[in-house]
């Protein structure tokens, strides 16, 4: 009809990837402060029903959302890669423990150990050859077996490894 808006249903590959965002913006939000700076390199920028936070720091939500909101925290001399460099030296990545599967943050964006062995079938998005050491957010040097990863704060990934926050590196 004319004046009638048009709906458009999403794809099921749309749903499980608007699933994964939320899930990954859920766990941020527990106090992730770089969650600002990655977020918008890995495409998680504008998928969350909250508005963004007022002035006063605390952010309002949708009605139909229940999502808890994180409250306002002072900005830390790490929030920003900027300002990384005038922060405490961070452990060195020999220190981190590696991430385990069981991991909550692990398990919440699909990471898996061994990219090969990723199910295609719950995560069509994922695309042979793909690996942590190929993506943005793996911080070990190009022969480490293990390394940091941004998404995975305090822990090390496997280079082989891959989870749904995988984005190339140019």
């Known amino acids: 009809m004319i004046g009638q808006p048009t709906t ?3 794809t099921m590959l749309e749903n499980r990837l608007i ?3 939320r899930a990954f913006l859920k766990l941020a939000g527990r106090g992730a402060l770089l969650f600002p ?5 890995i495409g998680l920028g504008a998928c ?3 508005e963004p936070a007022a002035a006063g720091g605390a952010a309002t939500t949708d009605t ?6 994180p409250a306002a925290e002072p900005a830390s001399a790490a929030a920003t890669p900027q300002m990384a460099s005038t922060a405490a030296p961070a452990a060195p990545a020999g ?3 590696h991430l385990d599967t069981a ?3 692990a398990r919440a964006l699909g990471y898996y150990p061994d990219s090969s062995t990723v199910d295609t079938t719950k995560y069509p998005q994922h695309i042979a050859g793909q690996a942590c050491r190929k993506c943005v957010q793996f911080k070990g040097g190009p022969k480490d077996a293990w390394g940091p990863c941004q998404v995975f704060a305090g822990k090390q990934v496997n280079a082989n490894g891959w989870c749904t926050a995988f984005a190339a590196k140019v």
Request: charged share 20%; net charge negative; proline share 19%.
């Open 48 to 50: 969350s029903k909250q």
């Open 103 to 105: 991991d909550p943050a």
């Open 95 to 97: 220190d981190l423990p």
């Open 19 to 21: 699933e994964n965002r």
């Open 37 to 41: 700076v990655i977020g918008p390199l």
């Open 8 to 10: 458009i249903q999403p």
């Open 64 to 69: 139909a959302s229940s999502a808890p909101t």
